[in-house]
């Protein structure tokens, strides 16, 4: 095939003036304390990808074009970008362990797997989430159970314990409020 | 600060019931929407439902955790278990809606034809009419003596359609149908929108609207497309003209970027491969890319990249990495 000739359109905000550097900067500062034990709690892998983060955040919010939702509500705003970079990098810690977990089995290693290496706070939150989970109604536990782990649909936990889907979704939701509740001073 | 001030408690329970509905899969095109809508509102719906998102996320580390596996095991047996009458009755039931099922189909038969990702497949159907499916595309077929019935389930398909005024051809796309005589046009469901773009001849397009009633929304020419959402046509259908070369490149597969946003076009590309690429982070999401590509041509779009932006590449087996190059 011919290589396709693009034409190139830069949309790519020219950077931060001094301003708005500023007004990011002193914001930035005010919420890092409070930032970093958010990220240290949801995140396993210590102190070094706690920086990452942060990091990257601060960089996300002086790329923004639009600092309106910034001004409106500047805390919600910046753990806002900090949880969805929370969340990516909690997807490719477990893609590398599914990839590690993988390769252990390939070559037949015979000591078991090491428990994931985190930071305190991390299995802190791990624990907690747990008993969180153990507390929820039993209905409501076998539900959210079945929905997350034996990923099974809505339909069919619906058919399997005959209720309606509409209840399933219920429970589910309950479940969620319930862990929102019990680990509210970690979100 | 405490953190209650920022989220209260209405904004965390509107999250999990936005999350929860999402997990089940079954959301409509206008509930994608609404929760877009209700996440663009406010700062704190973003972070309520990131949160929800987060959690759910850290549950799955304790997938393997020995007490919560145990106590699944458990849950497992008894989620398989039926007692024996109602096992019985299940029996009878089934038998009869196969009975049931063998009656029906003498009249209603339908042929299901699909595509996985990356195919395409062109089927002749008993009429002379053609249809090519588009990749990740399933339609049903159910010819009566009155009425050429399609269901377009998912994906894109071009039809050519044999003529027959006795017998309309009539293609139906979530809760919207689109009728011709002797045409060629193209209808695409994509996400909750529905696109038609005609080719040749003349196409009818009818659809519901939220209150379920069905009505005409416009008739197409060749060179005429029209795109709305599912369930929710506007008032007033805006017919627009169309670039028929673009509509119908991925007959040749070819994919065609005009001016796209480059997170799109990358989307786009992925529809047509399990080898999918990856923007890493959004320095490069808003730039516009046009141009012709070949599809499944991995290197060329990623040698386009690589020329136009700087971007690094990083091929894996599985997935392509497309970095924003260091300054």
């Not at chain 2, 990749?135 to 894109?156: C, N």
């Not at chain 2, 003209?241 to 991925?250: H, P, Q, R």
Request: charge should be neutral; hydrophobic fraction near 40%; charged fraction near 25%.
């Amino acid at each position: 095939m011919a290589r396709a000739k693009l034409r190139v359109v830069s949309s790519r905000p020219s950077a931060a003036d001094g301003g708005t550097r500023a007004f990011v900067e002193e914001l930035y500062s005010s919420y890092r304390g409070a930032l970093c034990s958010y990220v240290a709690r949801m995140l396993p892998g210590g102190q070094q990808d706690v920086e990452v983060i942060l990091q990257e955040t601060y960089v996300r919010l002086l790329r923004q074009e639009d600092l309106q939702p910034l001004r409106e509500n500047p805390r919600a705003y910046i753990f806002t970008v900090a949880t969805n970079l929370v969340r990516d990098s909690l997807r490719r810690h477990m893609r590398r362990r599914g990839d590690y977990h993988h390769r252990f089995e390939e070559q037949e290693h015979a000591s078991p797997e090491p428990s994931p290496q985190g930071c305190a706070e991390w299995q802190q939150s791990l624990q907690r989430l747990k008993a969180s989970l153990q507390g929820l109604k039993p209905v409501t536990r076998k539900i959210f159970l079945l929905s997350r782990y034996e990923e099974m649909s809505y339909p069919e936990i619906a058919s399997a314990l005959s209720i309606s889907t509409r209840s399933v979704e219920r429970h589910m939701s309950s479940a969620l409020k319930h862990l929102q509740r019990e680990l509210d001073d970690i979100l | 600060m405490k953190r209650a001030e920022v989220i209260d408690e209405s904004i965390r329970a509107a999250a999990a019931d936005w999350f929860a509905r999402q997990r089940s899969g079954a959301m409509s095109a206008r509930e994608c929407e609404a929760l877009e809508h209700w996440l663009q509102e406010d700062a704190r719906h973003q972070l309520a439902f990131a949160q929800c998102r987060q959690l759910w996320l850290m549950t799955d580390m304790l997938a393997d955790d020995p007490e919560l596996s145990g106590e699944l095991e458990a849950l497992r047996k008894q989620a398989r278990r039926t007692p024996r009458w109602r096992a019985l009755v299940q029996i009878a039931a089934v038998f009869l809606v196969a009975v049931a099922a063998m009656l029906v189909q003498r009249h209603f038969s339908v042929d299901y034809y699909q595509t996985g990702i990356g195919g395409q497949q062109l089927v002749h159907l008993d009429d002379g009419s053609t249809l090519m499916l588009n990749t990740g595309s399933r339609v049903g077929v159910r010819y009566t003596g009155a009425q050429r019935s399609i269901y377009l389930e998912r994906g894109e398909a071009f039809f050519m359609v044999a003529k027959n005024p006795q017998r309309p051809f009539v293609v139906h796309a979530a809760g919207s149908e689109v009728r011709a005589l002797g045409t060629a046009f193209n209808v695409a469901l994509r996400s909750g929108d529905i696109r038609v773009a005609v080719t040749q001849g003349l196409v009818e397009v009818n659809a519901e609207d939220t209150a379920g009633k069905r009505r005409s929304l416009a008739k197409l020419h060749p060179g005429q497309g029209l795109r709305y959402v599912a369930g929710d046509p506007p008032a007033e259908a805006e017919v627009s003209a169309v670039n028929l070369e673009k509509v119908t490149a991925w007959q040749a597969s070819k994919i065609y970027f005009d001016n796209e946003r480059l997170e799109n076009a990358i989307a786009e590309y992925n529809r047509y491969t399990t080898r999918k690429m990856v923007l890493v982070g959004d320095t490069l999401a808003g730039e516009r890319i046009s141009g012709v590509f070949n599809i499944g041509d991995a290197d060329a779009l990623a040698f386009a990249l690589e020329e136009s932006f700087g971007a690094r590449i990083d091929k894996g087996d599985r997935r392509i990495l497309i970095l924003p190059g260091r300054d």
